[in-house]
């Protein structure tokens, strides 16, 4: 599933630079995560690091976005076809 940003955003935009996506964007009250280019860093990194680097614990998941680890895989291989993640690439999701 995708992660979003709650009100708990204070728009300190530490998050932005950090999301390999490139999914998040100031909006309008705070900042913003755009669900279709989300993967919870599945194939980057060990945890979601939008939420990793938040002072206010403002990312967390999106029940409303659910998605599988293999959709979220999926979808970090779309929005960057040139990347080799081989069979081990990091996941929060992995037991
Ligand atoms: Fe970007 Fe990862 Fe946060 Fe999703 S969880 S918005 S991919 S930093």
Do not use: R, W
């Not at 490139?22 to 979601?48: H, L, M, Q, T």
């Amino acid at each position: 599933m995708a992660f979003k940003i709650t009100e708990e955003c204070v728009s300190c935009g530490a998050c932005e630079s950090e999301c390999p996506n490139e999914a998040i964007s100031e909006g309008d009250e705070f900042y913003v995560i755009d669900a279709a280019k989300c993967c919870e860093c599945v194939g980057f990194f060990d945890e979601p690091q939008c939420a990793a680097v938040c002072p206010t614990e403002a990312p967390v998941a999106d029940e409303d976005n659910a998605e599988s680890a293999e959709e979220l895989i999926a979808k970090a291989k779309k929005l960057h076809p040139d990347k080799d993640f081989g069979d081990n690439y990091p996941s929060h999701l992995k037991g």
